[in-house]
């Protein structure tokens, strides 16, 4: 039974409204053990609904599109593909304008091969659109000896709206460059067939750039300088930029595209596969060429008048310098005439011999024009020795910077202005026609 309480004069009992208001305070401790109303549960998910139609309701980023801008090849050997990307009418992305920026510096540096004033360099794009980033990786190789090729990249999240960094890249692959270059360089060190040390500059490993796959994971483009390695006996290997490609932790290097000395002749593999490159219209390089096919409307004939494989040409009564550089470039090697059977090609073939001087290619730098009758063009020039090895036919490549000068009402070439052992880049054409012709 339970206890009375005691009554006292201050002992009142609860009135009818008191009641009600302790009958509220008790529901409201326990309002989770009852069901809410219906009119409540409907108000909760009108709620939901419009906040989930405000988020679909957002602008997502406009997702830009590829325009060949430039597409060309001719039939010595150049080959250039650089897009620009595209936005829908009135749309507008930073991201978007800054890569369009570095497509066009990109260009700017293929412009002589355009207009044939350089042969035999190649600019290859290879595009790659995932659901969320569009790749544009593009390979680069020059009519040059001592490297695989570059790599130039740019990534764009069409999720985000931005262009992908380096360093996102890297944190998607989970690591970090300092990690990256390490793996490299053991990689580099531990090979069975030709195990090298780093060349000793202060960046021997460059990250050249990345793509990212559909899967999310990146792939990422290095470059690494390798020293120069004494076979004794057996012969002496150069030094060389060798190219590496690093996918889900492996390296595997990609020289198909350069000539690698004492080299087998490679077969040619595209550098993204044929599944994961977009296809275009007209087909870029990496399309007809590996379908053994040409490129839509055929080359352009870019052919030069033959040079024959001597020095005895002349040097004067020439016609216009654009039409003549090599019989005048040649006759600026005329001090090896005694020794050497000089002739000028862009590219190593199977008739070279020993006792040859290959002088080729000519890389055109620019021109100023030091008074009212006299031009000076600059040519970085690449030339080879062929000589008798231990190992058969050896070959050794040197570079340096060569001025000529012509005059600029006749293009007669008058003479050798300066010639100079440096490398240019980076540098104006007046800061490298002045070193090259300092005494």
């Excluded at 809410?36 to 602008?59: T, Y």
């Excluded at 039409?323 to 000028?344: E, G, H, V």
Aim: with cysteine; proline share 7%; hydrophobic share 35%.
């Amino acid at each position: 039974m339970t206890p009375r309480l005691p009554r006292s004069p201050l002992t009142t009992r609860l009135s009818g409204s008191a009641r009600e208001t302790e009958h509220r305070i008790r529901n409201i401790f326990q309002w989770k053990k009852k069901r809410p109303p219906v009119l409540v549960l409907v108000l909760a998910a009108v709620i939901i609904a419009l906040c989930g139609s405000l988020v679909s309701c957002q602008k997502r980023p406009a997702v830009p599109s590829i325009t060949m801008e430039t597409q060309y090849y001719d039939n010595i050997g150049t080959y250039i593909e650089i897009p620009a990307l595209s936005l829908p009418t009135g749309e507008q992305n930073e991201a978007v304008d800054a890569i369009n920026a570095a497509l066009d510096e990109l260009r700017e540096e293929y412009r002589f091969s355009l207009s044939g004033t350089e042969y035999g360099n190649q600019c290859l794009f290879y595009p790659s659109r995932t659901d969320r980033y569009l790749n544009l990786v593009f390979f680069q190789k020059a009519a040059d000896y001592g490297n695989d090729g570059y790599i130039d990249s740019w990534v764009y999240d069409k999720k985000e709206g931005v262009q992908v960094t380096a360093e996102d890249a890297l944190a998607l692959a989970g690591t970090d460059q300092e990690t990256l270059f390490a793996d490299l360089e053991a990689v580099i060190a531990a090979d069975p067939e030709d195990p090298r040390e780093l060349y000793q500059t202060a960046d021997p490993i460059h990250l050249e750039g990345f793509r990212i796959k559909a899967d999310g994971k990146p792939v990422f483009y290095l470059t690494a300088v390798v020293d120069c390695r004494d076979m004794g006996g057996e012969g002496f290997l150069d030094e060389w930029s060798r190219l590496y490609v690093w996918d889900n932790g492996v390296f595997t290097r990609y020289y198909c595209m350069g000539f690698v000395p004492y080299g087998p002749p490679y077969d040619r593999y595209p550098l993204v596969t044929a599944e994961e490159t977009d296809q275009l219209d007209p087909p870029l390089w990496n399309q007809w060429y590996f379908a053994g096919e040409a490129p839509a409307g055929g080359f352009v004939d870019n052919s030069r008048p033959d040079v024959p494989h001597s020095i005895d040409l002349p040097v004067k009564d020439l016609s216009p310098y654009n039409a003549n550089l090599y019989p005048a470039l040649l006759s600026c090697y005329a001090d090896y005439r005694d020794q050497w059977n000089i002739y000028y090609a862009d590219f190593q073939s199977d008739s070279d011999q020993a006792g040859d001087l290959r002088v080729g290619p000519a890389t055109y730098l620019g021109e100023i024009y030091p008074d009212e009758t006299t031009i000076a063009i600059a040519y970085q020039v690449c030339y080879t020795f062929y000589t008798n090895g231990s190992r058969g036919l050896e070959w050794h490549a040197n570079f340096e910077v060569v001025v000529l000068g012509f005059d600029t009402h006749t293009g007669d070439f008058i003479s050798l202005l300066g010639r100079a052992d440096f490398e240019p880049q980076g540098m104006s054409i007046e800061e490298i026609i002045n070193k090259a012709t300092q005494p």
